[in-house]
């Protein structure tokens, strides 16, 4: 089993809040600085391609950067599937769900390792 400390910038991608009362209004959500620990408890050699998979879970305290009420510690639970081949190409998909917001989130993306 493989752990990280990373450190995560989380970023909204679409503006649209619903408010606790059920409304929907369009703001862009806060930047979220987050730093935690990550292990992955599977992980699979690909033959064909001499890549990875694996998967991820993670657990962080980040706080909003940036927000009028200033900093508010959020837990972060998440949770994804990740594949990298030789190179450092990866790409991963998977949830997270931020406490404070009561909102789960899909995330995805591709990157590369250097």
């Known amino acids: 089993m493989k752990t990280a400390l990373p ?3 989380l970023l909204s ?4 809040v619903v408010t606790p009362d ?3 209004t369009w703001a862009v959500a806060d930047a979220v600085g987050a ?3 990550r292990v992955s408890p599977l992980q699979l050699p690909l033959l064909w ?3 990875l998979f694996e998967t991820q879970l993670g657990a962080f305290v980040g706080s909003p950067i940036g927000s ?6 959020v837990p972060i639970l998440s949770g994804r599937l990740h594949l990298r ?4 190409f990866a790409v991963y998909a998977g949830v997270s769900w931020a406490f ?3 909102s789960l989130v899909w995330t995805y993306g591709v990157g590369n390792r250097f």
């Open 49 to 51: 391609n001499h890549g």
């Open 7 to 9: 450190l995560a910038l």
């Open 22 to 24: 059920g409304k929907d």
């Open 35 to 37: 730093v935690g620990v």
């Open 13 to 16: 991608a679409a503006p649209g």
């Open 68 to 73: 009028p009420r200033g900093p508010t510690p």
């Open 85 to 88: 081949n030789e190179t450092g």
């Open 100 to 102: 404070v917001a009561e």
